[in-house]
């Protein structure tokens, strides 16, 4: 993040306090159907074409301490073994016997010196190659080489280890663009792992992401809470390609600073940038962070089925060193959860209500264009033809996305 982001992010908070309306030329938002939150077959297509095909977060590499650590993965749908190999690399396999489709681990996490899979006793090593099979005689002409665990990708952004089941997908960090140069200041090396807890919520994944891409709502849901601080009438957006944004809160007043992380330990390297406002990035399409000197949460949403879903806290900190974490992280992550429960209230109901013949499509203004921008990208990932007519998004950003 260099001087002139930040004088850049100074002058537009400025312009967006005093502004009368949006700027000149930025479009009228068409409504977005509500069918793209309620139909099965959208949401097939959805995990087809974007699920399957995008960069997920996993896993923190503290949750895979030491050569042999394992977890089995099944956010995307199909179960993924994640692996610290003996030369400290993390790979990714399906946890599918190339036999019959045994299972390799059946635990959630544990640590193993090889996979003997349960049903006929093929043994993989940790690299997921083939090792050993029972009775060899048997097969004819079977090449053990050819016959290695499938792999997924699996790439770093520093500590945060992420999936990807397409082969051919971008490499993680061509992906996130300018996403790792902002967050380099975090010294994304030595991260650690604070935290994690999950929250089920009887929505479309949408109706939740969407709270987290607008502060819009600060004003009702949030009035004793995030709203004393934030100004949400200075917020400025930036919409980055492949779907990812920034949204930069200014602070009520001056040289505010949260009372729950005083006296905790900051990253040494952080500027003057999330120190004063609040910043919060998505990294499309799950992950949004609201990053802080002290540290930082990743909420990440999974959809379960078309109207339930699954939120992710992970806490991740400065490293600590060879003590233990600080004490005061458990207020902490209690105050931000009686936030995520100010923005989970009302998602059952307004699921009920996408789903009602009363709902005529989601309108959004201005402040919330970081929604629209989620949502044209994902039509650009499905691709028009592969979209019911009546689902479809157009494409109107245009010039108000910033170029890679
Ligand atoms: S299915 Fe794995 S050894 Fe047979
Ligand atoms: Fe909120």
Redesign the pocket.
């Known amino acids: 993040m260099d001087a002139a982001f930040i004088d850049r992010v100074k002058s537009n908070v400025e312009y967006q306090r005093t502004r009368k309306s949006p700027p000149e030329g930025f479009p009228a938002f068409p409504p977005i159907p509500g069918g793209r939150y309620t139909d099965p077959e959208f949401l097939a297509v959805e995990e087809e074409r974007l699920w399957k095909r995008a960069w997920l977060y996993a896993c923190h590499v503290d949750e895979l301490p030491e050569p042999g650590s394992f977890m089995l993965w099944k956010k995307s749908g199909s179960p993924i073994l994640i692996v610290h190999g003996k030369d400290g690399e993390i790979r990714a396999f399906y946890n599918t016997?190339?036999?019959?489709?045994?299972p390799l681990v059946k635990e959630t996490t544990g640590t193993a010196r090889g996979f003997v899979?349960?049903?006929?006793?093929?043994t993989y090593d940790l690299e997921g190659n083939l090792v050993n099979?029972?009775d060899p005689r048997d097969f004819v002409d079977l090449d053990k080489s050819c016959h290695g665990l499938v792999t997924v990708r699996a790439e770093r952004l520093g500590n945060w280890v992420f999936i990807n089941e397409d082969p051919d997908a971008e490499p993680l960090l061509d992906h996130l663009g300018v996403i790792p140069e902002h967050l380099a200041q975090f010294d994304l090396d030595t991260t650690r792992h604070v935290h994690s807890k999950s929250y089920d919520v009887a929505c479309n994944v949408k109706v939740l992401l969407d709270a987290f891409l607008e502060v819009y709502h600060l004003k009702s849901i949030h009035k004793d809470t995030v709203d004393r601080f934030l100004d949400h009438r200075g917020t400025d957006i930036v919409l980055w390609p492949n779907g990812h944004s920034l949204m930069i809160t200014p602070n009520r007043r001056d040289g505010w600073v949260d009372p729950g992380t005083v006296g905790m330990p900051e990253f040494p390297s952080v500027t003057e940038l999330p120190a004063t406002y609040n910043l919060s990035y998505n990294m499309y399409p799950n992950l949004v962070t609201p990053v802080a000197p002290t540290g930082m949460p990743f909420l990440v949403f999974w959809p379960v089925s078309a109207n339930t879903m699954r939120i992710d806290c992970h806490w991740f900190a400065p490293d600590w060193g060879d003590g233990g974490r600080d004490p005061l992280w458990d207020t902490r992550i209690d105050n931000f959860e009686r936030i995520l429960f100010e923005d989970t209230q009302f998602a059952p109901q307004i699921q009920e209500s996408v789903e009602s013949p009363g709902f005529r499509g989601i309108s959004l203004n201005y402040q919330e264009r970081r929604i629209y921008h989620w949502h044209e990208e994902l039509d650009r990932r499905i691709g028009p033809d592969r979209i019911t007519p009546e689902y479809q998004v157009e494409q109107t950003l245009g010039d108000f996305v910033e170029r890679a």
């Not at 016997?97 to 045994?102: A, D, E, K, L, V």
């Not at 899979?117 to 093929?122: A, N, P």
């Open positions: 016997c190339r036999h019959r489709g045994g899979c349960g049903y006929h006793g093929w099979l029972r």
